[in-house]
């Protein structure tokens, strides 16, 4: 895996929008989940920085955020590519043959499962049920759900986004 | 008219609204294909819903999710007023307790039973939970109804705050359900806009309001102590029970938790009446129960039907039998924690008890339809690595003996099984049980106790023979030249370990015990002649 | 406050409301294993190895978290629950290195005790273990992560402190779980203090002394408990002697109003051991040898002592 440096400099203004979230959320009680899931969405993964934030913030110990960021497998210490694909890893999406999917998209991005790659385009995210088992084996693309995948629709998929990119 | 609409709902101007939206609803239902009117409501229409009975999904699919008034005009929050102005909470727990409503998030315990033991405790502030973290794979009730009908749980997590005496509600919803939570947020702020959560409901003096909260990855949050630590922000571990959530549970106060289909069955029992409710499904487990029938199934969907439905009905009346002309083998119930029931057993009646006694479980409702083609030993070894990498690593049992029983199926679905494996896994699917500490836990050898028990003879072909008998473990299959082989070569030249051999023109022959199944061979085969068997 | 009665193994006894199953047993001289259990700590109900029979119900008990009711009967060495037991102690074995030959907890390890009461063995297997990590950062903890069976007294015990002291904590889930020093750093770079009420609570070689080892082994020593003199808490610590003379100081669990603390440790080193090791000071993140004045903070009372006792001063 890359190693990934969190700019402080320009991600001073979601730092301070986060920084005014979890101000809001101070009294709440059980406040440690919706700000870690608010971290995680703003910056796509959980910077070491950011996390000594919380702990500030919320005067929580280090020790238990690290917990509970470890515990909870949507939470993650490195960037989420722009497009992050999910794969649906329950048991009808398994018996319909999500595993060739799998291995073609780790195959034509060549990362595997759990990793981003390097130009932060794309991830691929392992994922529990996404309970659209009618259409399975399914991927969803940033929530876009993909139905009936095949190994052989893939590479289509995956131009699909990379041509969405170029054009913007 | 547009102001009026925006008006707060009370108990007195309930029915002027829900006649005013029910016209409205009417006119825009109107020649709609597929929907018909039924019963002084509406239905869905078409063979794949005849046969069903829809009480908890009545309004998906009909109604508009994110228009409460439409919700209202079938009838929504007419029972929650009836209760604020006419019962005492005592009445609405006796009732629930009377409709023997079996909490339908899989362990059946009766609803009315835990609310009696919440409503006993005289404490200043208690709390209601909707457990909506459908981790199961292959179920989708719960999101479905999110999605198709929101109010409804509103309406059922307010009817449970009244009855025991508790103001405050938590929703706690899967991240993965992304528009399920959207309409969610969408519900909340309508009903807080309209009066019908928040301070006063309906103009009464009842006050109830409800947060959500979203889940994050971690299956075992389904289990009720384990959600309840992480809507306290904590790592989500099961508690271990010295009193019952319904005494003491979230942040040490007496707790409700029921499932989201629990809490949209509540609205309609009081509506329609308990003897109503008590009509439908068996003595043992009354109404009725969704279920996601998918796989291998020709007609896959959401099922809603009485309790007592038989599996055939199910599978093959409602769901068309396998897919693609194949022979149906079992199906799949109670997810992870459930067990696989052969075709034999397709006569029992859907009810708790029954499902119990044929060593599966109902589960969340999940209803995953094998056919020949799946290897019982390979799906027993799929739920295990699900569990194993759910477990949240507490007690023992469930962190180190699923993970040996893992490794004791892969070993088996690899060929290496070896003689003593198959009692091994027996010995210890009954330690792990029989002694840990949570449900999941507790039903996490099920998968592989329920296939050892009706599929033995494929285990047994696996650790004796090396052989799938479904042709589904990658590693025990063999690679096979028919006679089809025109002896053209291609095969032996791709081939990456030389283990073909043969004469141009004539049939070639692979060396089996050389061979490193890459498929190679296969794919440069011009005429098909190769086959895995 | 109200009694109630209950039997165990056949014994009847009564205690006071409230009591759990295992203390009861206890107070009888009923000893049941448990790895994850301690007086001092919340009961999480973990390892399983309390497990109890109750008639009337088929599903087993931790007697751990079980009140004790009246007229409850309750039977602690059955044959299933031996069986059970047995099991358990297995698939902590399998993930366990074989290393009590070497170990400097053998003698005092729960696990070691169980295993022999129960006759359990280790075997070999291809599979699983936990992973080799040792943390050596600390002059006082060795943390060593392949002997850990996350029965989490040592997060309990770290978590009773004030928060800001709090360092230990699970991390990750599943088999894969964890116990990590703040996220995921060094004894040595953590907030760690080094009270060893960590140490103390372990039940096996996972968190260790780092200053006894190699001094002397528990079978083998007279172990005297000292009450502290640091403070007014009075914190209690085993002396070890070995043929005659005191070579090592231990923490002994922490109590209510004993919390422990490193001050109190050195103070007890430096008062009852002939040749107490160099002791080390925690700056910046780094440890540094250190002098005893310094460590101990006494440089200030030393000066003024000296002053006021100097001949030369007096009047």
Same mark, same amino acid.
């Not at chain 1, 301070?16 to 899931?37: N, S």
């Not at chain 2, 707790?255 to 008590?278: H, M, Q, R, S, Y």
């Not at chain 3, 209510?256 to 001050?263: A, D």
């Given at each position: ?32 989940? +919706? ?11 959980? +910077? ?69 790659? +390097? ?6 995210? +392992? ?42 | ?533 | ?76 060495? %059955? ?54 990590? %040792? ?181």
């Amino acid at each position: 895996m890359a190693e990934f440096v969190f700019d402080l400099e320009k991600n001073a203004d979601k730092i301070q929008q986060f920084k005014a979230f979890m101000e809001t959320q101070k009294q709440r009680k059980g406040a440690l989940m +919706p700000v870690l899931q608010d971290a995680q969405s703003r910056f796509g993964y959980l +910077p070491k920085e950011v996390m000594e934030m919380i702990a500030e913030g919320l005067k929580v110990p280090m020790s238990e955020i690290y917990g509970v960021a470890t515990f909870y497998s949507q939470f993650t210490f490195f960037p989420k590519g722009e497009y992050d694909i999910s794969v649906c890893l329950g048991t009808a999406c398994y018996v319909k043959g999500v595993e060739s999917v799998l291995e073609a998209l780790e195959e034509e991005l060549g990362i595997k499962a759990g990793e981003t790659t +390097p130009d932060l385009q794309f991830s691929i995210t +392992p994922t529990r049920c996404l309970g659209a088992c009618g259409i399975a084996p399914v991927v969803s693309v940033n929530g876009e759900l993909h139905g009936h995948m095949s190994k052989d629709t893939v590479k289509e998929l995956l131009d699909s986004y990379r041509c969405k990119n170029k054009q913007s | 008219m547009i102001t009026t609409e925006r008006d707060l709902i009370t108990i007195e101007n309930l029915r002027e609204v829900r006649e005013r939206a029910r016209v409205k609803l009417d006119g825009r239902l109107k020649g709609v294909s597929g929907i018909a009117a039924w019963e002084g409501g509406y239905k869905l229409t078409g063979p794949f819903y005849e046969k069903q009975q829809r009480v908890v999904l009545r309004n998906c699919g009909i109604i508009d999710p994110e228009n409460v008034e439409e919700y209202v005009a079938l009838g929504g929050y007419s029972a929650l007023a009836m209760l604020l102005k006419d019962w005492d909470p005592k009445r609405v727990i006796d009732e629930m307790t009377r409709s023997n409503l079996r909490g339908r998030g899989g362990a059946g315990f009766p609803t009315g039973r835990k609310w009696a033991e919440a409503y006993r405790h005289d404490v200043p502030q208690k709390y209601i939970i909707c457990n909506a973290d459908e981790g199961d794979p292959g179920a989708f009730m719960d999101r479905s109804v999110l999605e198709g009908d929101p109010h409804s749980v509103l309406e059922g997590m307010a009817i449970a705050g009244y009855a025991v005496g508790a103001d405050m509600g938590f929703i706690y919803v899967r991240a993965e359900y992304p528009l399920a939570v959207e309409r969610l947020r969408t519900a909340i702020a309508e009903a807080h806009e309209r009066g019908l959560l928040g301070e006063r409901i309906l103009g009464s003096d009842f006050s109830f309001d409800i947060e959500l909260r979203l889940g994050s990855g971690a299956f075992v949050c389904g289990e009720g102590t384990a959600l309840m630590e992480s809507i306290e922000g904590k790592r989500g571990m099961p508690r271990t029970k010295v009193y019952r959530t319904s005494h003491r549970g979230l942040w040490d106060c007496p707790t409700i938790i029921n499932n989201v289909e629990t809490f949209a069955n509540v609205p309609v029992i009081l509506e329609k009446g308990v003897d109503w409710f008590l009509g439908i499904g068996t003595e043992d487990s009354p109404g009725t129960k969704v279920f996601c029938i998918v796989g291998k199934v020709n007609n896959a969907g959401l099922v809603e039907v009485p309790m007592g439905t038989t599996i055939n009905e199910i599978v093959y009346g409602i769901g068309g039998g396998a897919a693609d002309g194949r022979e149906v083998k079992a199906v799949q119930t109670g997810g992870p924690s459930g067990g696989c029931i052969p075709k034999s057993l397709f006569d029992t009646p859907v009810d708790f008890g029954s499902l119990a006694r044929i060593g599966s479980i109902m589960g969340s409702g999940g209803m995953v339809v094998m056919d020949d083609t799946d290897c019982m030993v390979d799906i027993a070894r799929f739920f295990l690595d699900f569990t194993v990498d759910e477990s949240c690593g507490k007690c023992v049992p469930c962190r180190e003996g699923t993970k040996r029983m893992l490794e004791l199926l892969e070993k088996i679905t690899k060929g290496k099984g070896e003689e003593g494996d198959l009692e091994a896994l027996s010995e210890l699917g009954e330690v792990i049980t029989s002694t840990s500490l949570c449900g999941l836990g507790q039903t996490a050898a099920t998968p592989v106790i329920s296939t050892l028990h009706y599929f033995r003879s494929e285990y047994e072909a696996h650790v004796r023979d090396k052989k799938c008998p479904a042709h589904s473990c990658k590693e025990l299959l063999e690679y096979f030249i028919t006679e089809k082989c025109i002896g053209c070569t291609k095969c032996a030249r791709v081939c990456p370990s030389a283990c073909i051999s043969g004469k141009v023109k004539e049939r070639h022959v692979i060396d089996a015990s050389r061979c490193v199944k890459c498929g190679a061979c296969q794919a440069a085969c011009p005429t098909g002649a190769i086959i895995k068997q | 406050m109200k009694n109630v009665t209950l039997t165990i193994n056949g014994k009847t006894l009564s205690v006071p409301s409230g009591t759990t199953v295992f203390d009861a047993a206890r107070s009888l001289g009923v000893e049941i294993p448990a790895l994850c259990h301690h007086e001092s700590l919340p009961v999480v109900s973990a390892c399983r190895l309390c497990l109890v029979e109750v008639e009337g119900s088929r599903k087993l008990q931790t007697s751990c978290s079980l009140l004790a009711t009246d007229g409850m009967k309750v039977q602690t060495e %059955t044959p299933r629950l031996i069986k059970y037991r047995r099991a358990i102690l297995q698939l902590l074995l399998d993930s366990h290195p074989n290393d009590c030959l070497t170990c400097q907890k053998a003698g005092e390890c729960l696990l070691q005790k169980y295993a022999y009461q129960y006759g359990v063995t280790f075997r070999e297997h291809d599979g699983a273990r936990r992973p080799a990590q %040792t943390d050596l950062s600390s002059p006082y903890i060795v943390k060593d992560d392949s002997k850990c069976i996350l029965c989490g007294r040592c997060v309990r015990t770290c978590d009773q402190v004030e928060k800001e002291r709090q360092v230990l904590a699970f991390a990750g889930r599943g088999y894969a779980t964890r116990i990590v020093a703040d996220d995921d750093k060094t004894l040595e770079t953590s907030k760690c203090v080094s009270c060893n009420r960590c140490v103390s609570l372990c039940p096996v070689g996972a968190l260790l002394d780092r200053r006894i080892m190699g001094k002397v082994r528990p079978w083998e020593a007279e172990v005297r408990v000292k009450e502290c003199r640091s403070c007014d808490y009075g914190c209690h610590f085993d002396v070890y002697y070995k043929d005659g003379k005191a070579v090592a100081v231990k923490a002994r669990a922490p109590e209510p109003g004993r919390p422990l603390c490193l001050r109190g440790r050195l103070m007890t080193e430096l008062l009852w051991l002939e040749r107490p090791d160099t002791p080390w000071r925690k700056i910046g993140g780094k440890f540094v040898k250190a002098s005893w004045v310094k460590v101990l903070g006494l440089q200030r009372l030393i000066d003024k002592m000296e002053l006021l006792d100097a001949p030369g001063d007096r009047q």
